[in-house]
């Protein structure tokens, strides 16, 4: 049946709508011109907020390290544990939640499509295993790809043609969207237990500096024609005084010709915007580094801001897992990954009494805020890394409300409200804007062109909140608005309603995205790359692929590239 | 005849893929790469003895029946029951095990799997101090220093040595095969000798008198650069006997031995002259080659999983690795036995939050090993229905969990009949996963591989899947009717 | 004082983490009769696997008379009050408590008083394992209260112990006081193996022999007496031990002199 949604607040970014009240219609789970009201399905949204599906560009939600994670956590699902219902199945939540729930918890906030953003590819078809059992959601997952023994060997031969094949054939063996870049070259190093600490650290044994890594494979996602930007976790990561490097990586970033298009979408700033020498003189680098991106169109980026709670940290980045090990003492799981990766996971508890927290907290807003383009900027907590994505309201009300940071502000350790400098800003998000950076930026930023908007042809992907934005001040009101956006008045997917009044009414598979690049020429599978793949992997050719078996709904992308 | 190649062995953790099967005439004619124990399996699905139909227990006797009143009595037992286990797993596939959850919690059964048995000591330990480990790949590439201990690969995993550690050739290390040659050649000489002078046919020249560990000094060889062997066992098993190092401890000392070592590669003094039999001075020399090495890896087993101290001792192992983390680069990985324990373990964590020992009596999963774990539930004679799938517990369960497992209602799919189905009351035959039935298995570093279908299984037979598929329909169809009634 | 009669011998395990002095209190037998319980996958009412009494006695407030041991969480979370069981306990019992008083006159199951914040569990018979314990996977242990058990204790108790008393005067199986951080343990009779492994901190004390005592505790010194609690001192003289090394080596072991002679070869590194 169409479906017709009457007569609310429609915010749309992408279209240029803002606020107006209209009639939003939908046939064969897209959304178009017009139905006919009388036969039409109709949902009176008259009073409400009317936003396109929330779109989430990077939240770890599964695969090996993701489920590793799960397994070492039992005393964090204690404590959050959700019953089997009539139309959902059972499990626990709470920093990461187990595949159904967290395909639940997303929907009942509003969102329907989300990034995977961390998938070795040898166990690539874990991650998709996982992705199937995610209800409610379109997935999509970026391989890793910078530390790779086939990009850093084509990359230090300087063969951008060949490195670019490797590259496409990975993402289509893998069913991947885009290029993950953890740590470029520091992963490789980890492999014997070290790290590289700048940009022209030269990585052991391939005779290839990160930049080298970061300025090629930017250099391939341009050749490749792929919809993201190479979608990258920077070097020194998490270390105090690491803006200068965050500085560095988007300055040689800029050699890649960008026709206006940005070129890398740095992850989780947050964690490397820090200023100062060490953990006791920490401060904000926000300041420089939103300077920077204020005067560069080359650069998205997207939060990682801290919530105030016990949560666990999973990452590639093993050398940075270590090294929190090491501060928390706490259990500690590293997981290399031959020829390809790392990965670690600490669990972490977020205290505002703790100083370096409490700055941390504050450089993910002020990050935000003191970005002037919203469409540069995408809210995420780098779930469950700074925290669970069920938290995702209240970092919506920090961004929309001062009476809201304050009130946390004031709660913080001394130190870090003295070096924070979110008191000076004044700066409060709009409906409109909060609407680009949770779903119409991200969208457009990932190429997904029938997302993140309502606009005819688009999928019918929409989040109905119980907010009349006429009568409540949200800035005010935050706990209005926070309670709105917490559990939806409706998430329609495809043109189903999944959730009503924040609870599920129905599952829905969701489909898994996946860019299938075509290259004038393909790598060549003969037996001398057979015999090579089994000189670097313990894995036959022929068995490291994901097959169409493992996609439950799949949904390929075919692109065109230049090589 | 046709040749199918790359296909993986669905038989114990290691998960070679790179077999190749020769089809001839709807079976498997020639088994090419692999082991023993890889052939004897592909050649079973031809075995005479198969059942081919399901059986039920009428009047004491098992008589054959059709696969819809099998299914439909299996869906009643479990959907009446109040407290139903669900046990077995590891050797099916995840597509398997997926419906296996989805049936646990609908029947609102303990959902176990036989890791509780084997390796769920090493999940505990890890859930309590994290692990650092990787992939094999990684071992083969980068290992310098590689221990075994409490486990016998030679015979337990026998490709283990040969893919993925001592004998194989990665990016930064070699292979020691040529070494290992020799070490073979003189253990099968002294073993021939041996014999020789048992059957009298040489006459007895040197009393053979076992090595006391005291003259077990580690060698020089420790020191050395490439890779390096040991292992660590209570007594010399034949991966021992390549070894460059063989470190004999005390039966079920292994947890004091560890924490030595620990205290040591802190720089500690301790207060005692020998740990678990071995002097400490030769455990300093141990702490030696693990701090000077580029990356070493232990490999453990049940000698450590399941002798005095159980998980604690992964406890103290992983904290041991965790601590040479500061010194070096060193990974820890269990020796998995059934092909797909590890892909049990894993379904079950993504869909539940849990690896094992899963109650979803209450509607939601619980977990607490020694509390909702099959032998425990067992020997309380707390349970009123068992599933036992792929695996079986008759044969290897303490005598009182078997005697309560037997007395209630009891469901036993396998494709063999073994002990358990023996004295099931419902025995689902089914195809064989990885021969007959394409799916998906987890070695025992979580790297997941497909399994093929080679040949056609016996006419008729349903898989594992389809089985459970429709058990578990049938399931929902009786709690809608009693919903329907109610 | 509410009196609970199991109505039959249990065969499945029962969850009733209603059964509390703080649930109860106020409650008409009406509505005891209907909180909620679970009987293996069938949600039942308290009424329906108890009778209940209404006795007009003040203290204690709920008494238990039979054997109760397929019967979980008895006294989850309580803050106050007091249970007295006259039989066998099933798991969890007292679980998360912080104040109030809970009798055992017979034994109890595995994790009794696990991760306790105070009031007082005593126990006639035996307790079972991972006594006063955390949940798998958790470092929050015993972070204050007592536990009396008068006979004999499972393994594993006392894990990532924090602060608190623990008193046996029977034996104690192994790992006890496994990464404790705090409080005191006092074994009157023989302890188990790997008696305070990886303990960083807190005190043992083993009135009794302990045979095996791990090879990463080094001996300090000889002491006359050890406090337990407040008025309270074993006598000994006893063998302080530090260790684990294999941690930080700032946990206190002591070992009765008298019945271990074994140990008197540490007696030269003093």
């Known amino acids: 049946m169409d479906l017709l949604i009457k007569n609310g607040f429609v915010f749309d970014p992408l279209n240029g709508v803002n606020g107006d009240k209209m009639d939003i219609a939908i046939r064969n789970g897209k959304i178009v011109e017009s139905v006919t009201e009388r036969t039409s399905k109709i949902i009176d949204a008259t009073g409400l907020t009317v936003f396109p599906g929330g779109v989430d560009i990077h939240t770890h939600i599964a695969g090996a390290e993701v489920n590793t994670g799960r397994l070492v956590r039992p005393e964090d699902h204690e404590k959050d544990f959700v019953r089997k219902t009539a139309n959902t199945r059972s499990g626990v939540g709470y920093s990461i939640p187990s595949t159904f729930i967290t395909g639940y918890r997303y929907s009942r906030m509003g969102y329907t499509t989300v990034m995977n953003p961390s998938m070795a590819p040898l166990e690539a078809k874990h991650t998709h295993e996982e992705l199937n059992d995610i209800p409610m959601l379109d997935k999509a997952t970026y391989p890793l790809l910078g530390d790779w023994w086939l990009v850093l060997e084509n990359l230090s031969k300087g063969d951008f043609e060949e490195c670019a094949r490797y590259v496409a054939w990975m993402l289509r063996i893998t069913k991947g969207y885009a290029i993950k870049i953890v740590n470029p070259g520091g992963l490789e190093s980890w492999g014997f237990g070290r790290n590289v600490h700048s940009i022209d650290d030269e990585v052991p044994n391939f005779c290839i500096t990160p930049r080298e890594i970061m300025c090629g494979l930017a250099k391939v996602n341009k050749m490749l024609n792929l919809p993201h930007a190479i979608h990258l976790h920077t070097n020194n990561l998490g270390i105090p005084g690491n803006y200068t490097t965050t500085l560095e990586t988007m300055k040689c970033l800029e050699s890649i010709p960008n026709d206006g298009k940005p070129v890398a979408h740095i992850t989780h700033l947050q964690f490397s915007s820090f200023a100062g020498e060490d953990w006791g003189t920490l401060t904000s680098g926000a300041e420089e580094i939103t300077k920077y991106i204020n005067n560069h169109d080359h650069i998205t980026f997207d939060m990682g801001q801290i919530i105030f709670t016990d949560t666990t940290t999973m990452t590639a980045d093993g050398p940075f897992e270590y090294t929190l090990y090491q501060l928390s003492g706490h259990k500690w799981v590293n997981s290399d990954v031959e020829t390809e990766t790392s990965g670690g996971i600490i669990p972490f508890r977020y205290k505002r009494k703790n100083p370096v927290n409490a700055i941390q907290w504050s450089i993910g807003l002020e990050l935000a805020l003191m970005t002037k383009n919203p469409w540069k900027v995408f809210m995420t907590t780098d779930h469950p890394n700074a925290g669970p994505f069920t938290a995702y309201p209240k970092i919506l009300a920090w961004l929309v409300s001062k009476k809201a940071r304050e009130a946390t502000f004031k709660r913080l350790h001394r130190k870090g409200q003295r070096r924070s400098l979110l008191p000076s800003i004044t700066r409060e998000l709009s409906l409109y804007d909060l609407a680009i950076v949770t779903r119409a930026g991200q969208a457009k930023s990932l190429g997904l062109k029938e997302k993140g908007h309502l606009g005819v042809g688009a999928d019918a992907d929409i989040a109905i909140f119980n907010l009349n934005p006429e009568k409540v001040d949200i800035a005010q009101k935050y706990k209005t608005f926070r309670r709105a956006f917490s559990n939806v008045a409706y998430t329609i997917k495809g043109g189903k309603v999944l959730v009503k009044d924040g609870e599920v009414l129905q599952q829905s598979a969701g489909k898994t995205m996946w860019v299938d690049v075509q290259t004038s020429q393909e790598v060549e599978v003969d037996e001398e790359i057979k015999r090579k793949f089994r000189e670097y992997w313990t894995v036959e050719f022929d068995n490291y692929p994901v097959s169409d078996h493992y996609l439950k709904n799949s949904s390929p992308i075919t692109i065109k590239a230049d090589v | 005849m046709s040749i199918v190649k790359s296909v993986t062995c ?477 | 004082m509410i009196v609970l009669t199991p109505l039959k011998k249990y065969q499945y395990p029962i969850i009733a983490e209603c059964i509390t002095p703080d649930v109860f209190q106020g409650k008409t037998k009406e509505e005891l009769s209907n909180l909620p319980v679970w009987e293996g996958n069938k949600k039942r009412k308290l009424g329906e696997l108890f009778k209940i009494d209404v006795t007009s006695v003040k203290s204690p407030d709920i008494t238990i008379i039979g054997d109760v041991i397929k019967v979980k969480r008895i006294g989850w979370g309580m803050t106050q009050g007091e249970i007295v069981v006259n039989g066998n306990v099933g798991m969890h019992l007292g679980k998360k408590m912080s104040g109030g008083k809970i009798v055992v006159n017979g034994n109890t199951e595995g994790w009794t008083g696990s991760q306790m914040k105070g009031g007082l569990i005593e126990i006639k018979g035996n307790a079972g394992d991972y006594l006063g314990s955390p949940y798998r996977g958790s470092t929050v242990g015993m972070r204050n209260g007592k536990i009396i058990v008068h006979g004999n204790v499972g393994s594993d108790a006392a894990i990532y112990m924090k602060s608190g008393v623990i008193k046996i005067h029977g034996n104690a199986d192994s790992f006890m006081g496994f990464r404790m951080t705090g409080g005191v343990i006092h074994i009157e009779k023989n302890a188990g193996t790997r008696l305070g492994a990886c303990m960083t901190g807190g005190k043992i004390v083993v009135s009794g022999i302990l045979k095996n005592i791990m090879p990463t505790f080094a001996l300090e010194l000889i002491k006359g007496k050890v406090k337990i609690e407040t008025g309270e001192k074993a006598v000994g003289p006893f063998y302080v031990f530090l260790g684990d090394l294999a941690e930080t080596g700032k946990g206190k072991l002591f070992v009765s002199k008298e019945k271990n002679p074994q140990m008197s070869q540490y007696e030269r590194f003093l």
């Open chain 2, 10 to 486: 669905p038989v114990c953790g290691c998960l070679c893929d790179d077999i190749e099967l020769t089809i001839a005439d709807g079976a498997v004619a020639q088994v090419k790469n692999g082991c023993a124990m890889c052939e004897a399996k592909f050649f079973s699905h031809n075995n005479k003895h198969r059942i081919t139909t399901p059986l039920m227990r009428k009047d004491g006797e098992l008589v054959p029946v059709s696969y819809d009143e099998a299914i439909q009595k299996s869906a009643e037992i479990l959907a009446n029951a109040t407290y139903p286990i669900l046990y077995g797993w590891s050797s099916t596939d995840c597509e398997a095990q997926r419906i296996g959850v989805a049936l646990a919690e609908e029947v609102g059964g303990v959902l176990d799997n036989t890791a509780v048995v084997c390796h769920g000591p090493s999940i505990l330990g890890v859930q309590d101090v994290g692990i650092p480990t990787c992939t094999l790949g990684q071992v083969r590439h980068r290992a310098d220093l590689i221990i075994y201990w409490g486990c016998d690969p030679w015979s337990a995993h026998p490709r283990h040595l040969e893919r993925y550690t001592s004998f194989t050739d990665g990016r930064f290390e070699g292979s020691e095969w040529k070494s290992y040659i020799n070490k073979v050649k003189a253990a099968a000489g002294k073993k021939k000798l041996r014999s020789l002078e048992r059957k009298g046919i040489l006459k007895e020249r040197h009393p053979h008198i076992a090595p006391s560990v005291n003259d077990n000094k580690p060698p020089e060889i420790l020191n050395k650069k490439g890779r390096k062997l040991i292992v660590v066992d209570v007594r010399k098993s034949m991966t021992a006997e390549v070894a460059d190092y063989f470190l004999q401890v005390e039966y079920g000392k292994d947890y004091e031995l560890i924490q030595a070592v620990r205290a040591l590669v802190k720089d500690q003094e301790l207060d005692v002259e020998k740990v678990a039999g071995v002097p400490v001075e030769y455990l300093q020399q141990l702490v030696d080659a693990m701090t000077s090495c580029e990356f070493g890896v232990i490999f453990f087993g049940m000698g450590l999983t399941q002798s005095a101290g159980k998980f604690r001792n992964i406890d103290v192992a992983i904290s041991l690795v965790r601590d040479l983390n500061m010194r070096t680069k060193f990974a820890i990985m269990p020796m998995r036995g059934h092909f797909n324990v590890t892909g049990a373990n894993t379904v079950f964590t993504w869909q539940s939050g849990y690896p094992y020992g899963i109650d979803f009596s209450m509607g939601y999963p619980r977990y607490n090993p020694g509390e909702t774990t099959v032998v425990d539930i067992l020997m309380r004679e707390e349970s009123d229905a068992g599933l036992v799938i792929a695996s079986d517990p008759v044969s290897n369960f303490p005598r009182r969990a078997v005697e309560h497992l037997v007395k209630n209602p009891l469901i036993v799919i396998d494709p063999h009949m073994n002990a358990t189905s023996l004295v099931g009351d419902i025995v689902f035959p089914a195809s064989i996963v990885g021969i007959e039935k394409a799916g998906t298995a987890y070695r025992m570093d979580h790297v997941p591989l497909p399994l093929k279908k080679v040949v056609d299984p016996p006419e008729g037979l349903l898989s594992d899947e389809e089985i459970l598929s429709r058990i578990l329909n049938e399931v929902r169809n009786i709690k809608l009717k009693t919903l329907e009634v109610a």
